[in-house]
């Protein structure tokens, strides 16, 4: 049974400090539209311009997942984007007047909460879903952190963290559906190591950073001026260290808390993969660098399949509509009708059928001697079979014309022939609204995709 996309269904503002600039930020999250994703919106900055939650974006992994694009920058983002994927959230828009989300403390709890309040709603298309049908993995040579991804009933991530010290030791943690990220690992907070702390107090990189949303895990001795320098960092009175090796200002939640924090940055960071994911992760000493890594990896093995899968009908079965029923739908008429048949009809896609013959009036001229079907009537083709999906959504579909908006990202992949076969197969982007659609279209002929393109047209009453 498919799902439906997900938002929320009010904004809800949170506030709090950023922890690497110290700055007082506040957070809104927004409804949006489907197929939006996610995006975080700056409105400090002129033009309050929107970056999508996308791995091409991500510039450096330094203290966290920092993304650019067109200059502006949104850092440690893996937090918030967790957060959202844990509630099975597909579209939100993230308005902030800063780079960085507050931190918190230290974990998705609070995003967590306030998305709640929100309320979370259905949307009227279906999940966009990788299903992940063979393995595929990334190997750090030079830390040897690997992330492998392999075929799973459901989204599933286990993580295996070994920093190489005592007080931690080695520590995994899993996540066997994402319904349990709330309860199991929503909670679990970032931590670091004491000589990390001084080296970012050195720095002075840790504005916002105190006792309450970080676990500090003692890998050196903790000596007097390190003390001093601690307390007056985080204005404690005293510092100790816990029989367990950590400071005293906070308790673990879990025994393990380390490498639930380090799924969850598993899942934020994949996050920017751009779409839900069916699969089991299994992650061996992750970090951001590795994490996002492998989220350009898989982003990229994803835009390939989907550009290069070419879908299967059995053309020997009854049409859902022939010429006729055709005809009925669309005002075109030969020598311009350029859908024979229609496969698939739902609210949200359509797929027809095109027998190219010699006997098409457009050989004549393109070309003498070497007849080649014209890119812009492959065009025209794949917006007729969409105008058979818009046209059935108003109950007098003769009494309306479809007229073209805008044609954007048109490719043609191979060339059309005299015998081939055209299948189209159109796709709504966003659902259809005061008659005007937007839809993705895709011609395929030979076992192969021949042409693509991201159509707008409107549907008017005739007069």
Do not use: C
């Amino acid at each position: 049974m498919t799902k439906k996309q997900r938002t929320i269904e009010n904004e809800v503002t949170l506030s709090g400090v950023g922890l690497h600039t110290g700055n007082q930020v506040t957070m809104t999250f927004k409804p949006a539209p489907t197929n939006h994703g996610f995006a975080f919106k700056r409105i400090d900055l002129e033009g309050q311009p929107v970056i999508g939650a996308k791995a091409e974006y991500v510039i450096d992994t330094k203290r966290g997942t920092n993304m650019e694009k067109n200059g502006v920058q949104i850092n440690t983002s893996e937090h918030v984007l967790a957060a959202a994927v844990g509630l099975d959230i597909d579209n939100l828009l993230i308005e902030i007047n800063a780079s960085e989300p507050p931190i918190m403390d230290g974990s998705s709890k609070y995003f967590i909460e306030a998305l709640e309040k929100a309320g979370i709603i259905e949307q009227d298309i279906d999940v966009k879903e990788y299903v992940v049908k063979e393995i595929i993995s990334y190997k750090d040579e030079s830390t040897g952190s690997e992330i492998i991804l392999m075929p799973s009933d459901e989204y599933q991530v286990t993580t295996m963290v070994d920093f190489g010290t005592k007080v931690l030791g080695t520590q995994n943690a899993t996540l066997n559906s994402i319904q349990d990220f709330k309860e199991e690992i929503s909670q679990a907070r970032t931590f670091s190591f004491l000589h990390e702390i001084e080296m970012l107090l050195e720095h002075d990189l840790i504005k916002g950073g105190d006792l309450n949303n970080a676990i500090v895990y003692v890998d050196k001795e903790l000596s007097e001026s390190t003390t001093e320098k601690l307390k007056k960092a985080f204005n404690k009175d005293d510092i100790k260290i816990k029989p367990n090796g950590i400071l005293d200002n906070l308790e673990l939640h879990w025994a393990n808390e380390a490498a639930r924090h380090k799924l969850l940055d598993v899942i934020g960071d994949l996050a920017l993969v751009g779409t839900r994911i069916r699969g089991k992760v299994i992650a061996n000493k992750p970090g951001h660098l590795v994490n996002t890594t492998f989220a350009k990896k898989l982003a990229k093995i994803i835009k390939m399949e989907k550009r290069n899968k070419v879908p299967t009908y059995d053309l020997n079965q009854p049409p859902l509509m022939d010429i006729h029923q055709i005809m009925d739908i669309l005002p075109h008429r030969p020598p311009f009708l350029l859908v024979d048949r229609i496969l698939e009809l739902s609210k949200t896609h359509v797929v027809g059928m095109k027998n190219v013959t010699m006997n098409e009036d457009f050989f004549v001229g393109h070309f003498p001697g070497a007849p080649v079907m014209p890119g812009v009537l492959q065009v025209e083709a794949m917006a007729q079979a969409g105008g058979v999906l818009v046209l059935s959504t108003v109950p007098d579909p003769e009494n309306y014309l479809t007229y073209f908006m805008k044609i954007d990202n048109v490719k043609f992949k191979q060339k059309v022939l005299p015998g081939d076969t055209l299948i189209f197969k159109s796709e709504l982007i966003t659902p259809i609204r005061r008659g005007i659609a937007h839809m993705q279209a895709y011609a395929y002929a030979n076992g192969k995709l021949v042409a693509e393109a991201e159509l707008m047209a409107q549907i008017s009453k005739v007069k």
